[in-house]
């Protein structure tokens, strides 16, 4: 079976891809949105190739930043990245922007799912929600409807760990796992910098899910 995940680099999407590289065939898709971490692009690339993804596509999509305009501390120089949540780290419907041209994707090659990494931490993010998640699928599925029942189209179910009740730290458990060490190499940090800068929120929840994992944290962070 094939799948399209929406792959960052970062540890979710990286676990998540060791946890169903058996299951599927995967084709990856990374979005260059005009984040500050323009380095997960770099790194998706280097871990497309390590669970040897069928294809790996990088999208340029950088007018986001513009159209996102003063709102968001991930694509806005001006705004600082906080150290715990905040609403200004929620880029307006991303993941319906990744996840519907990855259903593009998957139509067009008959894939069965379309997958990305959200997780039972993800809570705050409404488009990381289950609710979300199944309406998105229904609509693009009805968008895609008379292809569907031409045979020309498969339908698509699209699928988080957070539709499983999976954790970070139940990822990191599974990543680890399939990777051992390599895990370490996978980018969070929504800052800039070439090693994580271990302060700002994404950064903070990474090394919560190493501690709850009960894996020690091989990561290099700048503040150590």
Known sequence: MKAVIVFSG????VCTAAYLQKRY?????????????????????????????????????????DLYENTN???????A?????????????????FLSIASAWAFSKKAEAVVYGAHIGDTR?????????KLLAKALN??????????????IKIWSPFMDNLSKSDLLKKGYKELGEQIFKSWSCYGS????????????????AFIKSKILDKTRYSDF
């Open 25 to 65: 065939e995967l084709h990856g898709i990374t979005f260059s949105y005009g984040q500050k971490a323009s380095r997960e692009v770099k790194i998706a690339h280097q871990f497309s190739q390590l669970l040897k993804f069928r294809e790996h596509k990088i999208v340029n999509i950088e007018f986001m930043k």
């Open 73 to 79: 501390a991930l694509t806005n120089s001006k705004i």
């Open 10 to 13: 970062g540890l979710d999407s």
């Open 125 to 133: 993010y409404p488009d990381c929600r289950p609710i979300f998640t």
């Open 81 to 97: 990245i906080p150290s715990k949540f905040d609403y200004s780290i929620v880029a307006p419907i991303r993941n319906a922007i």
């Open 193 to 208: 910098g070439k090693i994580h800068c271990g302060k700002c929120e994404s950064c903070n929840n990474r090394k919560l």
């Open 142 to 155: 009805e968008g895609e409807v008379d292809g569907i029942n031409l045979g020309l189209r498969k339908k």
